[in-house]
């Protein structure tokens, strides 16, 4: 009985090392997410900006050809 009892607290350990590496792996996987979702926004802002500045530009040359 003592045995098994010492093979289930070893068993446990290494679950719990396990455990505590994947909790770990999943908080440096969010972390991740959330810089890509901030750079995706970053270049979202960009290109609308590039957008905003050819159609301004796009305006002046159609009342330049008025």
Known sequence: ???KNREL?????ALE??????RLEM?????ENIELKNGFKDKEILV???ISALLGKL???E????
Do not use: F, P, W, Y
Not at 17 to 22: F, H
Not at 63 to 66: D, F, L, V
């Open 59 to 61: 305006e002046e040359v």
């Open 9 to 13: 607290k070893s068993q446990n350990g």
């Open 27 to 31: 908080q440096r996987v969010k972390e």
């Open 48 to 50: 609308k900006d590039k």
């Open 17 to 22: 090392k396990e455990l505590k590496t994947c």
């Open 63 to 66: 009342a330049e050809i008025a």
């Open 1 to 3: 009985m003592e045995d």
